[in-house]
Nanobody, 115 residues
Framework: QVQLVESGGGLVQPGGSLRLSCAASGSFFSTYAMGWYRQAPGKQRELVAR???????FYGDSVKGRFTISRDNAKNTVYLQMNSLKPEDTAVYYCNADHYGTWDWGQGTQVTVSS
């Protein structure tokens, strides 16, 4: 099992920015596909962004052009840079690791976008 710890969430005004971090345990981080998902109250969990072990990225339509996912394999960390935040981005954001078909999840970090 991969242990994942998210950080960086908080309260931000519309139009503002946040950077989320996800620190992963283990010695094989560079081989994992990593992702960010979010879940708002009363809604289903949705894909925000994904990055493969080779660095290819994919974004959900609602965040494309505003969010950027990246990884630092030397630090066993994946990031989500969130710009031009909107109230509809308010959700709990979860980090995901895909290692050889097994998916592990972090505990989540709250992002609230409000004036």
């Amino acid at each position: 099992q991969v242990q994942l710890v998210e950080s960086g969430g908080g309260l931000v005004q519309p139009g503002g920015s946040l950077r989320l971090s996800c620190a992963a345990s283990g010695s094989f981080f560079s081989t994992y596909a990593m992702g960010w998902y979010r879940q708002a109250p009363g809604k289903q969990r949705e894909l925000v962004a994904r990055i493969t072990s080779g660095g290819a990225t994919f974004y959900g339509d609602s965040v494309k052009g505003r969010f950027t996912i990246s990884r630092d394999n030397a630090k066993n960390t994946v990031y989500l840079q969130m710009n031009s935040l909107k109230p509809e981005d308010t959700a709990v954001y979860y980090c995901n690791a895909d290692h050889y078909g097994t998916w592990d999840w972090g505990q989540g970090t709250q992002v609230t976008v409000s004036s």
